[in-house]
Structure formats: C-alpha cells, structure tokens
C-alpha cells in the first residue's frame, strides 16, 4: 500500500525563520521518496500480487504529488522553511492523498491505513496549536468518511475478504483516539521543548554579553598600560619642546594644547586602569566574597529592604579573596534581584565556608515558594512565586532558570526551600569553587 509523505522538524537545522519551523526542502525531498514508495507499492500489488487496484485512481492520486512537489521546488527554492500556514496546507494535502489512496484501496480495512496519523504527527511537534486542532479534525473527518465508503479492500481471486461491522467500528475508534491523544500530548511535549529552547538561548545570550563585557574591561585596563609609556614619552618632548620655543612664538600655543590633551589622556587612561569594572566588569583585583555579594546586589536594592550578610565558619587565616567570574557575577544577580522583589523587610545572605569549598544562601522574608512548585523551579516558565505576585513584577519564569544554568555551568548545585519562618531560600554550593583565589 502507498506510503505518505511528511516533514519532520529537524532541530539541528539552521534556526527557523519567524513564524516556520518545518523544513521546505526536507519536505520536498521526503515526498519524493513517497512517491517513489506508492509506485513500487502500487506496481507489486497490482502486478506482481495480483491483486486487482483502480490503477488508473491510484496512479492519478501519485501523479499529483509529483506536480505538486514539482511546483513547491520553484515555489520554496529560496525560502528554507515553512510559515504555519502553508505547512498546513501541505501537511493537509498529503492527509487527502493518503485518504483518497485509502478510499480506492479498501478504507479503514487497508492495514496502511495507520500512516494517516503521520502528518498530524508532524504538525504536533511543529505547528501552533490552531493548526494542531485543524488537522486532528481533517483527520478524523477522514477516519470517518472511509469508515462509511470505500472501495472494496483488493484480494487476490474470487472470494473477497469482509471485515463484520463491529471490528471496523474498532478499527474506527482505535485511529480516533490515537489522532486525539498524539494531538494533544505531542504538542504538549513538542511546546515544552521549544519553550527549554528558547529559555536556553536566553540564559546563553546573558552569559555571551556578560563574557563580552568582561572581555571589554580586560582591554580596556591592557590599554591604558599599553599606552602609558608611548603617551608619557609624548609628554616629554612637547614639554622639551614647550621649554625652547619663545612664548610669543606661533607654536606655543599649538603646544599648550597639546600639553592638555596629553594630560587628558593620561587622566582617562588612569581612570580605566584604576575602574575597569565600572566600564565593563573586570576580574584582575581579588576581593572579599562578602564585598562581591554586596557589589552584585547593588542595582537591585529597594528603599525598605535590608541586605544582611552573613559569614560562616570562616577559615582562621581569613576567608579567601574572590575574583568576579560572569557566570557567578549574573547567577547570583538574578537570585539577589528575585528576594528584593519579593521580600518584605529583609534579605539575608549567609556564606558558609564548610569544607569542602563553599555556599551562599539567600533567603528573604517574603510569601516564599508554594510547596507544590518546589521540585520543578529551575524549569524555564516556571515561577515560585504566586500569580498575583509575578503580574506585579513583571515574572516570566525564566530568572530563576537563567539563574540556575548559569551557577550549574560554575560548577555549583542549587537548591531551593522555604525558610522555618516562611520566605523563600536559595542555597548555591560550590565544592571546587573556580572562583575563590
């Protein structure tokens, strides 16, 4: 019996254009391997099997699929993939190929007549959710129609074979539910996976532009070293010069100014040395990892909100410096910048240097986190945070996902809970910090 063709969405292809993710030129080239397929299916049964097929219905329905995948070439030669729409027309055309081959070729009693659930296969995992719902309906409407005509199902000599009424309402119902149940919960799985995706690029483009901002103030302090020495030989000799041209001589006002834009100079190359990390972050000084925690909340304080930081356990010869890594510099931030949102009076970081190496808890004394939704934070869209709350502020459910890959790719393992008291808690632990000096 033919095969269908179909357009499977390939994650590792190029990112999709806005609004398509089915790939064109996928689509035309399994489609001709279909055709292909229902040919040497059509030309065994019919010629080597004997079995008697409308060949002149059958080889029409094949010959379709070639003009149309010989149009979609010209159509779709330069527009890599698909927009929702037109993928589900296309999807939709190979369901009536596939429902008219059927219909020629004994209906629901054709034990082909499971390959109809593979275009809403493909549309699940791809399409928006309309379409999803649009083609479930055509395909039901399609299992219902050849459930009440079709063409006798082909058989080799007189006797024919006839299922009873009762098998083919089961066969019926069996498709029906299978097109309902991989509409919804291929979607639902399809929907989550794109929603990790466009989480993890998320948290990927926050860690790339904190690694560029590093970068940047890496170069802006190699510069103003770079350049002291050739812009203070410069100094020298306009001051040489300044001291052996008469004052009322035309130069000497040319080397005046000169003189001021060389002090300039010196004075911004000096103010990037001393304060790259105004500039871009920069991680060359080692500092207390208190001053760092207290330099990484700092554009999240709230008028109201007290920051109390705690140390624990700390080594006797004092606790080590630190040096501000992107990761643990925007991880850190987004938990900071969560317990100033929700907190009512306080919030409370504790650092605990108990070997091996050491963990920072920040725990404020907000609603904290509903019990139910403990186990799933750290999940892109996920928020432990009541609904009312996340309308406040804005919350999308992606900060603490942010937060979490970006302290995991540190080498920390996160923790979340609510405190005795009540108040969410957020426990980071590091047993080989890369960050501590």
């Not at 130069?251 to 040395?273: K, N």
């Not at 109390?308 to 356990?313: F, G, R, S």
């Not at 900071?336 to 240097?353: E, G, K, P, S």
């Not at 406040?392 to 970006?406: D, H, K, S, Y």
């Amino acid at each position: 019996m033919p095969t269908l063709a179909f357009s499977p969405y390939l994650p590792h292809d190029a990112a999709p254009a806005p609004g398509g993710r089915v790939h064109a030129r996928t689509l035309i080239m399994i489609r001709w391997v279909a055709v292909a397929g229902q040919l040497v299916t059509l030309m065994t049964l019919g010629y080597l099997l004997g079995f008697e097929l409308p060949m002149a219905h059958t080889l029409a329905a094949v010959a379709a699929s070639v003009l149309l995948n010989i149009y979609a070439a010209q159509r779709l030669a330069h527009q890599p993939f698909l927009h929702n729409r037109d993928a589900w027309l296309y999807l939709a055309y190979d369901m009536l190929q596939l429902t008219l081959l059927l219909f020629l070729t004994g209906g629901l009693e054709n034990p082909f007549a499971v390959l109809m659930l593979a275009p809403l296969l493909v549309a699940a995992s791809t399409l928006s959710l309309p379409a999803v719902v649009g083609l479930t309906g055509l395909t039901i409407a399609c299992f219902t129609g050849l459930s009440l005509h079709a063409l006798p199902l082909p058989w080799p000599g007189d006797e024919g074979v006839t299922l009873p009424p009762l098998y083919r309402l089961g066969i019926w119902s069996a498709l029906v539910l299978s097109a309902a149940f991989i509409g919804t919960y291929l979607f639902q799985v399809a929907e989550r996976l794109r929603s990790l995706s466009d989480a993890l690029t998320a948290s990927e483009a926050a860690l790339a532009r904190a690694q560029r901002i590093s970068a940047v103030g890496a170069l802006a302090a190699a510069a103003a070293h770079e350049l002291g020495s050739p812009l203070g030989t410069i100094a020298v000799v306009a001051k040489e010069l300044a001291r052996d041209i008469p004052a009322d001589s035309p130069q000497a006002e040319d080397l005046q100014l000169l003189q001021s834009q060389v002090a300039r100079c010196r004075d911004i190359l000096a103010e990037l040395a001393r304060h790259p990390d105004e500039a871009a972050g920069d991680t060359f000084a080692p500092l207390p990892l208190t001053a760092l925690v207290e330099t990484i909340a700092a554009p999240y304080r709230k008028p109201g909100i007290a920051l109390v930081i705690e140390t624990e356990n700390e080594p006797e010869e004092g606790a080590p410096g630190v040096r501000d890594i992107p990761e643990v510099l925007h991880g850190l931030g987004n938990i900071l910048q969560n317990a100033m949102q929700f907190a009512r009076t306080t919030v409370r970081v504790t650092i605990d240097w108990t070997p091996p190496g050491v963990q920072i808890t920040v725990a404020d004394d907000g609603p904290g986190f509903p019990p139910g939704l403990l186990s799933r934070l750290g999940e892109p869209y996920v928020s432990g945070r009541t609904s009312a709350a996340r309308q406040t502020g804005g919350n999308m459910g992606l900060g603490v996902f942010i937060a979490q890959t970006l302290l995991e790719k540190s080498g920390a393992v996160v923790s979340y809970g609510n405190g005795r008291q009540g108040g969410a808690k957020v426990a980071a632990r590091w047993k080989k910090p890369n960050f501590v000096l």
